[in-house]
């Protein structure tokens, strides 16, 4: 089975304007779920969805954070199954390249491996999807 999620996107927005929405608490909050998040190897964040979203919270730890360079593991509460997302960002005469990975899901075992894959695949699409329009409307940048 394939063990790593690739998405790759070009945002219209500066390198800086994406940075923050992706490393900054109070944005991840406003485009993603409830973020306590400081993109500092070594912090342990948490990521907790409302209820009515039927979503587990999420935890981990950064483990990279230079510029445009974001690591961080990911576990699923009740998993204790760990995976690794990688954000890395680049600049572009369009404006920023956003290439996300998702990899380990193969720590998962058997069947539960297919079903995380593809329930981790269309999270990202929404993920991505939901931040682009954060840049859009709320933060507006060029």
């Known amino acids: 089975m394939k063990d790593v999620i690739r998405k790759e996107h070009i945002l219209n927005h500066s390198i800086d304007n994406v940075w923050n929405a992706i490393t900054k608490q109070e944005q ?13 190897p070594g912090y342990k964040y948490t990521f907790t969805a409302p209820e009515e979203q039927n979503c587990s919270q999420i935890t981990g730890e950064v483990k990279k954070a230079n510029p445009y360079t974001l690591i961080y593991t990911w576990i699923v509460a009740e998993t204790n ?16 390249k956003l290439l996300l990975e998702h990899s380990g899901i193969s720590n998962y075992l ?13 999270g990202w699409d929404n993920c991505i999807s939901g931040l682009s329009k954060y840049l859009k409307q709320d933060v507006h940048a060029r």
């Open 81 to 96: 199954i760990e995976t690794t997302v990688k954000w890395e960002l680049e600049k572009t005469e369009e404006g920023t």
């Open 110 to 122: 058997g069947e539960n491996a297919v079903t995380m894959f593809t329930s981790f695949n269309g």
């Open 28 to 40: 991840i909050s406003n485009w993603f779920i409830e973020a306590d998040f400081k993109a500092e």
